[in-house]
């Protein structure tokens, strides 16, 4: 081996003893700058722990949420109070009314009909009530003179029979050559005609004299007849309403909603034909048992909508209702009877939207899935 060759092999190994020691120092400082990764991670999740368990403890845990929630609001139905074919309709679905606007008509040509009938009859019962005042006014003066006639009557029939009992009784004690049988006849004739003539004057005296009864008989028809006003009154009234109830009007602002009638309808009183939404919604939340405990009026509340998931509304607990939904239902459980399966109830709890509805909007639809976050104090 020359002494180049040496130098050569000599100057190889310092060059690999160089490299070796330049890898090692580059692993401790890869090892040093993953050791201080490793620290900042662990330091950052210890740090995003106590964070989370801050918020949870101090913040979210007297929060209490649901997924059975959903928009609510009020529904006027709007039925037919008459029967008729629809002639007139004026709205369309999803269309704004105001309160008072004309929604639709039925035909009214037999209840304008029914509404000159009954006028008709309040101006006959008016004439009849005229008529019998009349009469009843007059009666206070003709019962009592009537008395007064058959009276005088009855006085001047038995004046006339005595007077006729006097000539018969002298036709009967005259001799007979002074009278003849023909006056004692004729006599006799006259007093059985005065004896009639008495009784007939009794008779019309007898019914002369209910004089008070025959002014309330007279009183007593007036009565009747303004009995008989009040009735064709009432059923002119009616008549009116009946006609007015052709014309169907909003009773409310609001929007248009289930329309199912058309032009040409035949409507019946009863039958539900749209119904109108106002603008005032609010969430109806329902709640398990377990979960209403701390949960009071005014509480904030922090309502997503699913379906508008960019709108962040801000609410808080109206009322919580008394009582859960199966008490409520048509057919409550009984669990005095039978055996009894323990069941977690839901109540249902009223939440109002205070903030977050963008100004000039509609409102939110009825029945849209709600997530409402009731913050407990």
Not at 220 to 234: G, M
Not at 324 to 330: A, H, L, V
């Amino acid at each position: 081996m020359t002494q180049a060759d040496k130098i050569q092999e000599e100057g190889g190994a310092l060059y690999s003893m160089d490299a070796l020691a330049t890898e090692g120092d580059a692993d401790k400082k890869l090892q040093k700058k993953n050791w201080r990764l490793n620290a900042v991670l662990i330091v950052f999740l210890v740090i995003l722990t106590v964070f989370l368990l801050y918020h949870y403890f101090y913040k979210s845990r007297n929060d209490v949420t649901t997924e059975d929630a959903y928009t609510a609001g009020r529904k006027h139905a709007i039925s037919s109070q008459v029967s008729g074919y629809v002639t007139q309709l004026l709205v369309d679905d999803n269309q704004f009314v105001y309160r008072g606007d004309l929604l639709l008509s039925v035909d009214h040509s037999d209840y304008v009909v029914a509404f000159n009938k009954a006028r008709a009859s309040v101006l006959k019962a008016e004439a009849n009530i005229k008529a019998f005042r009349m009469i009843a006014e007059i009666s206070h003066k003709t019962f009592p003179g009537r008395l007064r006639v058959a009276e005088g009557s009855l006085q001047i029939a038995e004046a006339q029979l005595m007077r006729a009992k006097a000539d018969y009784r002298r036709q009967l004690t005259v001799m007979r050559e002074g009278t003849s049988q023909q006056d004692i006849d004729h006599a006799r004739t006259a007093l059985e005609e005065a004896q009639a003539r008495v009784a007939s004057a009794q008779g019309d005296v007898t019914q002369a004299e209910p004089v008070e009864s025959n002014l309330e008989n007279a009183a007593a028809h007036v009565s009747q007849e303004e009995a008989a006003l009040v009735e064709a009154k009432a059923d002119l009234e009616q008549a009116e309403i009946n006609l007015a109830r052709t014309h169907i009007r909003a009773p409310c602002d609001g929007w248009v909603s289930q329309r199912n009638v058309e032009v040409g309808n035949f409507v019946k009183p009863g039958q539900q034909m749209m119904s109108i939404v106002p603008s005032e919604v609010w969430i109806v939340a329902n709640y398990k048992e377990t979960q209403i405990q701390g949960m009071k009026p005014g509480q904030k509340v922090d309502i997503s909508i699913n379906a508008f998931p960019e709108l962040r509304l801000q609410g808080h607990v109206d009322s919580i209702q008394l009582g859960s939904g199966e008490s409520f239902s048509t057919f409550p459980p009984e669990n005095a009877t039978g055996n009894f399966v323990k069941i977690v109830q839901r109540i249902p709890v009223k939440i109002r939207i205070d903030t977050g509805l963008p100004l000039n909007s509609r409102p939110l639809p009825l029945g849209l899935s709600v997530e409402p976050v009731v913050h407990i104090e």
